[in-house]
């Protein structure tokens, strides 16, 4: 089983709205990663959690703030976000003894008003 | 940084042809080398990847090979067939301890019955 679960599929929101993104697996995988998604465009690295420990920040804006309260579950936390911020974000997951093999959910698509 | 060049940008084949998408990086030191496939509304999907000590990878229809003097690695897909069609990212993990995916920029390859 290589599943990585998003919730919501879609997420419709206001720039003065405070909204979540969650992610999870049951893989036994301790590395979890968050992209961001424009149209057209690869995928860009916005946070590595390793042991439910950040460890990398990609300079991302204080607006989007991440959160990891167990091995199975990555939540990105979304507030004050702006119209540029519409992508679709997805998570990733890998294991310890093969951290270089990623594996993605299917994303969520946001979208700011 | 690690950059990666990825051609053609897009593809066009006729089903049953073959296709071959390349792609070059720049860090030597870069050792593993995976192929993403990408369905229109979905995460990427992994669906072979190289390590560098091995030239060449074959899964059923699809195979990677691995240049490491000349810094390239292609993807190829014989028999092709419309459910083929999608985006395809190569991808490379840089060195120095954080495994972090450079992708390139994606090949939208279309697959015509």
């Known amino acids: 089983d290589t599943e990585v679960t998003q919730t919501p599929k879609h997420l419709v929101m206001g720039m003065t709205n405070k909204k979540s993104l969650k992610c999870e697996q049951h893989?036994?995988?301790?590395?979890m990663y968050w992209y961001k998604q424009k149209a057209k465009k690869p995928p860009e690295l916005m946070f590595v959690?390793?042991?439910?420990?950040?460890?990398i920040n990609e300079s991302v804006p204080s607006r989007f703030s991440p959160e990891c309260p167990n091995s199975s579950l990555l939540n990105l936390h979304l507030h004050a976000l702006q119209p540029e911020d519409s992508a679709l974000y997805l998570c990733?997951?890998?294991?310890?003894?093969?951290?270089?093999?990623?594996?993605f959910g299917p994303g969520t698509r946001l979208l700011v008003l | 940084g690690e950059n990666v060049e990825q051609h053609p940008s897009t593809l066009s084949v006729q089903e049953g042809d073959s296709a071959v998408i390349k792609c070059t990086y720049s860090d030597s030191a870069s050792n593993y080398f995976p192929w993403y496939k990408q369905e229109l509304g979905k995460g990427p999907q992994l669906i072979i990847d190289i390590r560098s000590n091995v030239g060449e990878k074959k899964d059923q229809r699809i195979a990677v090979t691995l240049n490491k003097t000349a810094k390239h690695f292609s993807l190829h897909i014989t028999e092709t067939q419309p459910e083929d069609s999608a985006v395809y990212f190569c991808?490379?993990?840089?060195?120095?301890?954080?495994?972090?995916?450079?992708f390139g920029k994606g090949t939208k390859l279309t697959v015509n019955p």
């Open positions: 990733a997951s890998s294991h310890p003894t093969r951290p270089s093999t990623q594996y």
């Open positions: 959690y390793s042991y439910e420990k950040l460890s």
């Open positions: 991808a490379v993990i840089t060195q120095g301890g954080s495994e972090k995916l450079v």
């Open positions: 893989m036994g995988h301790r590395a």
